[in-house]
């Protein structure tokens, strides 16, 4: 199932919320609708965590995490991290790293055993990455675009990629990962995926903005429509005429 919903106006939710298959992170503000419709579908199964990074709301995209581990920037204060610590199922780890590109989010996309990852980032962060989160992390870009946590996000189910990235590179990068990939759009034609949702194995929020087409793309590609897989070509084909008129 996908849902759409919106923090303060906006409906970039990859920035604001982080969601994995054992914990979901949601920023600490006045937002009794967003938090809501978290809590609402997931309180029953993984826990809904409150809490800032560095003081900051953007939680998408400052950390990184799936069900083994949450790795975080450096401008994490010591109370951040002692309450996520207590608030975190004990099975996740959970670590601070020194890294200059510190929104983490922004240039890194995984699930639960791969990770994709800026081209730059630091040969330590990628160690403590693949430690805490137990990934295997390669080095890519995604239609010539180094963010691949804000063009990209992936479940253990599947991926959604930057919607110029070309059918082969789309083949090779489903290759290397083990993955079924489809390039589309959230937010009426937005390219920045992994920024415009949130998505787990079994549940996805999308932005306010998302059509219902996009909202199909999404149930097919990380299966999670009751109806059954669904016919992704002729998705695409819709999706691209929705973006082109």
């Not at 479940?155 to 290759?175: A, C, F, R, Y």
Request: glycine content about 8%.
């Amino acid at each position: 199932m996908a849902l759409r919903t919106q923090f303060q106006n906006s409906s970039d939710i990859g920035v604001f919320a982080k969601l994995t298959n054992s914990y979901c992170l949601v920023p600490v503000a006045e937002c009794e609708a967003f938090y809501s419709i978290f809590e609402g579908e997931l309180s029953d199964v993984i826990k809904v965590i409150h809490t800032t990074i560095g003081g900051c709301r953007i939680i998408g995209r400052l950390s990184v995490g799936n069900k083994n581990g949450l790795l975080l920037p450096n401008t994490t204060t010591d109370k951040e991290l002692q309450h996520l610590r207590n608030s975190l199922p004990d099975s996740v780890k959970i670590n601070r790293v020194e890294e200059r590109l510190s929104a983490l989010g922004n240039v890194v996309a995984c699930n639960d055993y791969v990770a994709l990852v800026h081209p730059d980032l630091d040969r330590e962060t990628e160690e403590v990455l693949a430690d805490t989160l137990g990934v295997e992390v390669f080095r890519q870009t995604l239609a010539s675009q180094v963010l691949v946590g804000s063009y990209c996000s992936l479940t253990n189910q599947g991926g959604m990629v930057h919607p110029k990235t070309s059918i082969e590179d789309q083949d090779e990068l489903s290759s290397l990962l083990q993955l079924p990939l489809v390039a589309g759009t959230v937010n009426r034609g937005g390219d920045a995926v992994g920024a415009g949702m949130v998505v787990n194995d079994w549940i996805a929020f999308c932005g306010q903005d998302t059509t219902a087409t996009e909202i199909s793309l999404v149930e097919s590609i990380f299966k999670l429509s009751d109806r059954g897989p669904s016919n992704i070509s002729d998705m695409k084909s819709v999706l691209v005429e929705s973006m082109v008129s």
